[in-house]
């Protein structure tokens, strides 16, 4: 089997592929896998670092200002979606691949279009309640649309083949128990709250945990684990300022990366973050209470629409940048980390949301497609 992905441009478009690659070869160690990025994208190097074949496309997202610099810029986007069209459709007859896979990003459109037209069966995969734009463009021409939220379906046009797969989620999330989790960690029985805000850090996340994580360190209510960001590196100066002795707070551990994800966020008891559909999805199959602060800066407010689909099931709380303040944070925490009885609703309800075998779901619909078109043609 030879099946070739196309996605990039963040990591939430990069890991759901790599994951479902994976999966695959587990599955079939014998299957050939191709994956098709941006050249000079963040696929360039993460899907080598997996252990996947790579081939980059010059491709580029439209500008959606109004302003003659990115009407001339979209000209150009224009002019390498054409020639993007034909790199692809060299390397895929060069590839020859059973079946394409997008997981979004605009450098997805060229090469699954082109696949179609070639007659190869294409499935995308949408990962956020909101989709973006590119997989609303290429789902009238998908054989399936995988969606991760089931908001999703009302945003796509025309006749679509939805199948709810979920978003895959690392084996090593789904293994880790609490209880040893919180013991490797050092945790006794008090509240563990874990925050971040992605790995570069959000300024307004840090000033607004400033508070509540100073006053931790005197009164030592709360065991709080916090990455602060690779642009955050200021932030345990604030901390002293505010008063808090790192050194002497046993219950605060402050780092700039979490780099064991899977064991801080198996020991919280609540969870402070954005609202990227692959932590969501990870909060999800853990059952963790959660705080949501979707960033503002991402296309189509996309985070938005993700942690709604949260909120309206009562399985978090949102804030909105906009409305962020370290008063108005530090009151959610202090009611929800005081409310066993709420706690245990959203942990409860967040679970019942979590789809933890996405993968197997996935890889069940990339077999089924293929044996349908396999029939047709017989």
Known sequence: MKLLFAGGGTAGHINPALAIAGYVKERQPDAEILYVGAKGGMEERLVPQAGFDFRGITVQGFRRQISF??????????KKA????????KIIEAFQPDICIG?????????LRTAAKMGIPTLIHEQNAYPGVTNKMLSKHADRVMLAMPDARKHFKGKCHFVDTGNPVRGEILIQEKAAARRQLGLDERPVVLSFGGSLGARKINESLADVIARSAKDGRYQHIHAYGQYGKWFPDLLKEKGADLSAAK??????????????????????????????SEIQVKGKPSILIPSPNVAENHQFHNAMS??????????????????????????????????ALY???????????????IYAVIIEVLSARKSQKG
């Not at 054409?82 to 459709?89: H, L, M, R, W």
């Not at 309206?312 to 409310?339: C, G, H, R, W, Y």
């Open 310 to 343: 949260l909120v309206n099931q009562q399985a978090a709380v949102m804030i909105e940048e906009k409305d962020l303040t370290p008063e108005k944070l530090t009151e959610e925490i202090d009611k929800l980390a005081s409310d066993p009885q709420r706690l």
């Open 69 to 78: 610099k990115a009407l001339k810029e979209n000209i150009v986007t224009v």
């Open 347 to 361: 942990a409860e309800n967040a679970q019942r949301m979590a789809i933890a075998d996405a993968s197997k779901r």
């Open 251 to 280: 219950n605060l551990d402050i780092r700039e990366y979490i780099n064991d994800m899977p064991v801080c966020l198996a020991a919280a008891d609540l969870v402070i973050a954005r609202a990227g559909a692959i932590t969501l």
């Open 103 to 111: 997981t979004g990003g605009y450098v997805s459109g060229p090469v």
């Open 82 to 89: 054409i020639s993007a069209s034909k790199e692809a459709k």
